[in-house]
């Protein structure tokens, strides 16, 4: 969930200026209110985890038949990703570790082989293309797709406008609970505005059945859903 804070000034509610010297304003009443504005947007940017596991008694071994099978892996997602020049795909999080066994007479544990890890993370604005990625990454072996999600980048168009909406709700909410002690607002002590997304609809991953001797493949189906964005407002409205 990425989130983006903004500190408005108190100009931006056009609010009159308070004439009160700074002991009235200390003494003066105020009205905390909170609003929130949501809007479902259409994702622009696809990330995908994929990992590979390579298991042998030989730790050399695991290790290379792992770099032979994350090396058909990525040059296969560079392939699918030609036409996305800012497409970013990048190994991390290798890891090679010993599997041990226990003798059950003697109770001595022994290594009995090692499992070579290593994670390929790709992220790209050619959401279009995320079936295909799967599909190419299972043909070449790999081992797990542990991760599908859709966020939306450049958020700022829609921000702008979430705040905006939100700040007239909570002056809105902020002028009817005056209105009801029979008092209305004067002025602003505080604004703090939360701008957050998360996914609106959960994203589903079917892995697709696969066999090299098929002639006909059925791409694995991903619903990107759409990712939600809010406008959080917590504000604070002098009254008198």
Do not use: H, W
């Not at 002991?23 to 995908?48: D, H, L, Q, R």
């Not at 990992?51 to 770099?67: I, L, P, Q």
């Not at 022994?110 to 599909?135: E, G, M, P």
């Not at 996914?199 to 189906?221: D, E, Q």
């Amino acid at each position: 969930m990425k989130k983006l804070l903004l500190i408005l000034a108190f100009a931006i509610l056009a609010m009159p200026c308070l004439t009160t010297n700074a002991e009235t304003v200390k003494n003066m009443g105020y009205i905390s209110v909170n609003a929130t504005e949501s809007k479902e947007i259409v994702p622009n940017t696809a990330n995908i985890t994929f990992s590979v596991e390579t298991t042998d008694v030989d730790s050399k071994r695991a290790s290379e038949r792992n770099n032979q099978i994350t090396s058909k892996v990525v040059a296969a997602l560079k392939e699918t990703l030609k036409e996305d020049k800012n497409a970013n795909i990048q190994t991390k999080n290798f890891n090679l570790r010993p599997n041990y066994k226990t003798n059950k007479n003697t109770d001595e544990t022994s290594i009995k082989n090692y499992t070579a890890i290593n994670s390929i993370v790709v992220k790209t604005a050619s959401v279009d293309k995320v079936s295909a990625l799967i599909d190419a990454a299972i043909k070449n072996n790999v081992s797990n797709v542990s991760g599908v999600t859709f966020t939306l980048e450049n958020q700022d168009q829609y921000a702008e406008e979430l705040s905006n909406e939100a700040i007239q709700k909570a002056k809105y909410l902020a002028d009817k609970a005056a209105l009801s002690l029979k008092q209305k607002v004067v002025g602003i002590k505080s604004i703090r505005i939360n701008i957050y997304q998360q996914n609106a609809n959960g994203v589903r991953l079917y892995k697709a059945a696969s066999s090299a001797n098929t002639s006909t493949t059925t791409a694995t189906p991903i619903e990107s859903g759409k990712v939600q964005l809010n406008a959080s407002v917590d504000a604070e409205f002098y009254v008198k």
